[in-house]
């Protein structure tokens, strides 16, 4: 078992119940992509050959994979017309 933390409710993930698919790969393509600026800086802070360096590259090539899904996923997925 777990402790579960008290607290306010993030009302931002509210306001995303209702949206379409398209919208919310558009979110995660901006959103992974400075996730991604993020920790190449990570990256670059440690020096090479250390176990933390590592780490954070190997965060690094996870995090782009998952970009690269998002954006396989928005470029297959039918554009809604207005």
Known sequence: GGVVQAGAFPLT?????????????????RTQGDDILLIEKCVASFD??????????????????????FEDLLSS???ATA
């Not at 209702?18 to 790969?25: A, K, M, P, Q, R």
């Not at 190997?58 to 690269?68: D, I, M, P, R």
């Open 48 to 69: 090479e050959h250390t176990v933390e360096r590592a780490l954070a590259e190997e965060a690094l090539g996870s995090a782009q994979g998952h970009l690269e899904l």
């Open 77 to 79: 997925e039918p554009r």
């Open 13 to 29: 993930f509210t306001s995303l119940h209702d949206t379409s698919l398209d919208y919310l790969l558009r979110l995660l393509v």
